[in-house]
């Protein structure tokens, strides 16, 4: 059996279209790096710089409803665990890679560009890096958001609890009111008088009422501080 001779102008052929089916890919390749990096631009962009009143076409058919909440859903867990609900560009955190991959995938699933990105979290996380919850919504249309991504570590377990005396005033005075019943009770018996009466019990309780009173007071007035129906949304910082 005879072997076929080399033919050296062939081979050259082959090589170069071998090159050019190879520098085709590469540049397919850079194409979607190049428009990948700028939808990644893009979207930081459209998060650092949110703006309000925005409505998003999202293809309702495609939607996760359990992903679906109202503003006075949001508005209520707001207050009861003392967050803020507020614009992205007022968010100071980190927005991780795994929410912009969740946004690309939306806006490639919907065929729409995701803007007026919001957040609910803590109000330090809108003056300071934490880690703390937070939760990106997207809106999308008659009060309606939808739930985007959430990450970080889960809120306190006591938190509803603890925030429980900043949603009212109401609230606020009724636990100076336990506190100061509970301090009064500590007071030895007989340490003002020789004679212990219930008039002696409630007239320290007023005093001990006054003295937390004007701490709770003064400490509000001091740092800005105010209820959590009036916060939740507010993008002021003495608030």
């Given at each position: 059996?005879?072997?076929?001779?080399?033919?050296?102008?062939?081979?050259?052929?082959?090589?170069?279209?071998?090159?050019?089916?190879?520098?085709?890919?590469?540049?397919?390749?850079?194409?979607?790096?190049?428009a990948d990096s700028e939808c990644h631009e893009r979207i930081e962009k459209n998060i650092s710089g949110g703006k309000d009143n925005i409505v998003n076409a999202f293809d309702f058919d495609l939607l996760e409803t359990g992903r679906i909440y109202h503003l006075d859903q949001i508005k209520k867990i707001c207050?009861?665990?003392?967050?803020?609900?507020?614009?992205?560009?007022?968010?100071?955190?980190?927005?991780?890679?795994?929410?912009?991959?969740?946004?690309?995938?939306?806006?490639?699933q919907h065929n729409i560009e995701i803007q007026g990105f919001k957040i609910m979290a803590p109000s330090k996380l809108f003056k300071l890096e934490d880690r703390d919850d937070?939760?990106?919504?997207?809106?999308?249309?008659?009060?309606?958001?939808?739930?985007?991504?959430k990450w970080g570590k889960d809120l306190h377990p006591l938190r509803k609890w603890l925030m429980w005396p900043f949603k009212s005033i109401v609230n606020l005075a009724l636990l100076t009111a336990l506190v100061s019943y509970l301090v009064t009770m500590l007071i030895p018996?007989?340490?003002?008088?020789?004679?212990?009466s219930t008039a002696e019990f409630w007239i320290?309780?007023?005093?001990?009422?006054?003295?937390?009173?004007?701490?709770?007071?003064?400490?509000?007035?001091?740092?800005?501080?105010?209820?959590?129906?009036?916060?939740?949304?507010?993008?002021?910082?003495?608030s």
């Open positions: 059996m005879l072997l076929k001779r080399t033919n050296i102008e062939e081979k050259l052929i082959r090589l170069k279209d071998d090159e050019k089916v190879s520098r085709a890919i590469l540049e397919e390749v850079q194409k979607i790096l190049t207050i009861d665990y003392r967050l803020r609900f507020l614009i992205t560009k007022y968010f100071k955190g980190e927005i991780p890679p795994e929410a912009i991959s969740k946004i690309k995938w939306l806006e490639k937070p939760i990106l919504f997207a809106p999308i249309g008659n009060n309606y958001f939808y739930l985007i991504h018996q007989g340490l003002f008088s020789k004679n212990n320290i309780f007023f005093f001990m009422f006054k003295c937390i009173a004007s701490v709770v007071i003064f400490y509000g007035f001091a740092l800005g501080k105010n209820f959590n129906p009036a916060i939740w949304n507010s993008k002021y910082f003495n």
